[in-house]
């Protein structure tokens, strides 16, 4: 052993401490590729001249390519992360519309449907803001069975994802301020799906309701 080397990441610029890497001398473990790393102090593009003229000197038919800077070879390592972590949050935006969407149209027909009963509590004398906190705590009810089952599932996919994966401890599948963000968006969704049904209902005509009952 000639020496101990600092800690080098050799695949992954981001993520888990990397593996222990053994440093072999070129002559004993040669291939037919090398990669030369300089440090320089001055302009990348005139360093990448100077290595050039270099190369050519020692050997004209040695070719020299993907010549670029630190930053750059960082940006390349990191681009399809960073194209993945596109992808998948366009994914879930578009799910979380999906889910607003619908979750506006069926609380509003579950509250349409209740309608005539709350138009006969109004004829038995109920005030206009009993029947919104009504309203209100049915459907939160049912919004919180569905909430509580899905953060459920959630972190029992995430703990399943981790327990499979060797590199879990690097590996993060929850993200709680993401999560906070989802669930405010569906309580706001589900509230605002009440208003126009209560307002309609506390306009009826309490005689009318009673006929049509």
Request: hydrophobic share 50%; proline share 5%; net charge positive.
């Amino acid at each position: 052993i000639v020496g101990v080397a600092t800690t080098v990441r050799q695949q992954q610029v981001a993520g888990p401490e990397p593996d222990p890497v053994v440093f072999l001398p070129f002559r004993t473990n040669s291939s037919a590729t090398s990669v030369i790393v300089v440090r320089s102090q001055g302009d990348p593009a005139s360093t990448i001249s100077f290595l050039r003229s270099e190369v050519a000197r020692i050997d004209p038919n040695l070719p020299l390519y993907r010549v670029m800077s630190f930053e750059q070879a960082v940006r390349n390592a990191l681009w399809n992360g960073r194209l993945s972590d596109t992808i998948v949050r366009s994914i879930a935006v578009v799910a979380l519309v999906l889910a607003v969407i619908g979750l506006y149209a069926v609380t509003g027909h579950t509250v349409e449907r209740w309608t005539r009963e709350l138009g006969l509590r109004i004829a038995l004398g109920a005030k206009s803001s009993q029947i919104g906190w009504l309203v209100l705590r049915r459907v939160l009810t049912q919004l919180s069975f569905g909430l509580v089952i899905g953060i459920a599932g959630t972190f029992a996919f995430d703990r399943t994802f981790n327990q499979s994966t060797a590199q879990a401890e690097a590996i993060r599948m929850i993200d709680p301020a993401a999560l906070v963000l989802i669930i405010v968006s569906i309580i706001v969704v589900a509230v605002v799906a009440c208003v126009v049904p209560i307002r309609r209902a506390t306009t009826l005509d309490p005689v009318e309701t009673l006929r049509s009952t």
